[in-house]
């Protein structure tokens, strides 16, 4: 009954979607499950095609499985459907919690007009953090009470412990940043409005820790911070960012702010291993560190101070590198060494 979670190791746009994009097609899941809310932007690129997605799960690319928003995680309804008719995923697919929130207009509005919150903290102004408040004072709305959802609504964790129970497979995807956007074990007070750890994760599905196989922590091969607020050790000047060539991205996928860059940064990896005592790490973007590396999909096919690099870091944190992102391109480059064996 394995219950993977996957969660950042650094500030955000790690490659997470990437990452459950891959596993929806290798392992097809029964359930995935999205925690967070609509501050965050994964990627998915397959067949050809890109999807930006806020709030649906990234394992859509696999049509036999489930897809879930956890009681934990905040929508909005608007973006929901949108991402719904976007990813082809009307009927039967898509299930909300009766007890995930509801963003409404206001909560935008109170945070755009926020300075402290715009200007200096540097929100991505989804109106996240401001229904994050509204449920603390237990006044935000739950999906159970919009009549819009009703065809949605489920019982996320009966329906995740009952699968588990069958033996089947649940992926649950982290988000809103990595590990040091966490409000509690992050880079305070420039941090996102919940805990993006996966002990953080795993409390918004309502499912047992125990219960938990697999925590797979996704490290981008360097490492970026979107906008300008909050420290970011080893940060380059951005001639140094643009000379590095696949390292310039484009800006935010939610606010299109400029990512700031460092490179791989140990020190940080071992304090997010610390956090999240992950059984398996992923690399992604690994393309940029060696451009060799683009596309491949074996072991074997990487250059030797590729796989050198991948062996060091796995030694130094002391947990398998089981999963290497070789490309933007599409969710299936990705070696995959569940199914190889490090060595020469
Ligand atoms: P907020 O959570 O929208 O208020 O934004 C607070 C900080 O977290 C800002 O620096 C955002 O850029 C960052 N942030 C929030 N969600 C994400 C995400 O999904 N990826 C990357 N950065 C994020
Ligand atoms: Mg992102």
Excluded at 43 to 48: D, I, K, S
Excluded at 51 to 79: E, H, Q, Y
Excluded at 256 to 276: I, S
């Amino acid at each position: 009954m394995p219950l993977i979670v996957v969660v950042g190791g650094w500030f955000g746009d790690e490659g997470k979607g990437k990452v459950v994009s891959y596993l929806g097609l290798a392992d097809k899941p029964s359930i995935c499950i999205r925690t967070g809310s609509i501050n965050a932007g994964h990627t998915v690129n397959y067949n050809g095609r890109t999807w930006k997605l806020r709030i649906l799960p990234s394992c859509f690319v696999n049509k036999t499985t489930r897809l879930m928003i956890a009681p934990g995680a905040l929508l909005k309804i608007d973006v929901l459907f949108k991402e719904i008719e976007e990813t082809g995923s009307r009927g039967g697919r898509v299930w909300v919690d009766a007890n995930a929130g509801v963003i409404e207009d206001r909560h935008v509005e109170s945070e755009r007009s926020n300075e402290y919150l715009m200007k200096v903290i540097g929100s991505t102004g989804q109106g996240v953090g401001a229904a994050m408040v509204d449920r603390v004072l237990r006044v935000l709305k739950t999906a159970k009470e919009f009549p819009e959802l009703r065809d949605l609504i489920t019982d996320v964790s009966k329906e995740v412990n009952e699968e588990l129970d069958r033996g089947g497979e649940v992926i649950v995807e982290g988000t809103q940043g990595g590990t040091f956007l966490s409000l509690y074990h992050g880079t305070y007070p420039f941090v996102t409005s919940r805990d993006t750890t996966a002990a953080g994760v795993i409390s918004e599905v309502g499912v047992s820790p125990r219960l938990v196989s697999d925590i797979i922590l996704v490290f981008k091969a360097y490492v970026t911070r979107v906008g300008g607020a909050g420290e970011l050790p080893g940060e380059l000047s951005m001639e140094e960012v643009v000379a590095r060539g696949g390292w310039a991205e484009r800006g935010g996928t939610v606010t299109g702010r400029p990512r700031r860059a460092a490179p791989f940064n140990m020190d940080l990896a071992r304090r997010a291993v610390m956090l999240n005592r992950p059984t398996q790490i992923a690399i992604t973007k690994f393309d940029a560190l060696f451009p060799d590396a683009r596309g491949k999909r074996r072991w074997a096919d990487l250059p030797v101070e590729a796989r050198r690099w991948l062996e060091n870091v796995s030694e130094a944190l002391r947990v398998p590198i089981t999963l290497i992102g070789t490309g933007g391109e599409d969710s299936m480059d990705m070696i995959d060494m569940r199914r190889e064996v490090m060595g020469p």
